[in-house]
C-alpha cells in the first residue's frame, strides 16, 4: 500500500512536470490539483490493467435445442491508444454461439467495457477480445467488430473527425451480420 501511494506521488509529480514543460503555471487554482485529478481519471480508463474480469454468470437453457448465434450490437466503451493516451470511444458488436451454458448479458457487456479499458491498439485488441469472450463466454464460435473514433487521429495528427475505424475478428462457424454504429454519432 505503502509502496502503491508512493508510485502515485510520482505519477503525479510527472503531470505536474508535463504541465510545468507545457509552460503552465502549476501553481493557479485551477491547476494545482490537476495531476491529482488527471491520474485519476487515467486510472479509470486503464482500470482492466488492475481491475479482475467480471466473473460471467450462465443460465441453463432449459429447453431441448441448439441455441442459434446470440447477437448484442453497439456496446459502448473507451480505451486509450497505446502510442499517445488518447482516448478511443468504440462501439463493440459480438456474436456468439453459447456452449453448454446461457451467459447472462449483463456480464457479457461488463466484461467487453472491462476489457475495453486498458491501453490498446485496436486491431490487436480485436483479436484478443475474440480470444477472451471464447474462452470466458464457453463459446463453440465467436464473432466481434470493433468500430474506434481515435482521438489522436481525431483532433491532431491526421485531424479528421469524420472517419472511424472498423475492426473484426471470428472465432469457429458463426454466420451473422454485424453492424456497428459509429461512435459519437450525431444522428
Ligand atoms: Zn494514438
Known amino acids: ?20 514543460y507545457l509552460g503552465e503555471d502549476v501553481s493557479r487554482p485551477g491547476v494545482v490539483n490537476t495531476p491529482r485529478r488527471f491520474v485519476k481519471a487515467m486510472e479509470e480508463l486503464t ?29 459502448g466503451a473507451v480505451s486509450v491508444c497505446e502510442h499517445h493516451l488518447l482516448p478511443i470511444i468504440l462501439r463493440i458488436s459480438v456474436a456468439y454461439v453459447p456452449g453448454d451454458g446461457i451467459p447472462g448479458l449483463s456480464k457479457v457487456i461488463k466484461l467487453v467495457k472491462w476489457a475495453a ?12 477480445i475474440a480470444d477472451l ?28 473527425e469524420h472517419h472511424s475505424m472498423t475492426t473484426e475478428a471470428k472465432r469457429g462457424e458463426i454466420n451473422v451480420r454485424l453492424r456497428c454504429k459509429r461512435p459519437l454519432s450525431c444522428r
Open 1 to 20: 500500500m505503502l509502496k502503491e501511494s508512493r508510485l502515485k506521488a510520482r505519477a503525479e509529480g510527472g503531470v505536474k512536470e508535463l504541465l510545468e
Open 117 to 128: 479499458a486498458r491501453p490498446i491498439m485496436q486491431e490487436r485488441f480485436t483479436e484478443w
Open 47 to 75: 482500470r482492466g490493467l488492475r481491475e479482475p474480469p467480471p466473473e460471467v454468470v450462465f443460465f441453463p437453457l432449459e429447453y431441448e435445442a441448439e441455441v442459434g448465434p446470440v447477437v448484442i450490437e453497439n456496446i
Open 133 to 160: 469472450l471464447m474462452e470466458k463466454l464457453r463459446a463453440k464460435a465467436v464473432y466481434v467488430k470493433v468500430c474506434g473514433v481515435h482521438m489522436c487521429s481525431f483532433i491532431r495528427g491526421a485531424k479528421d
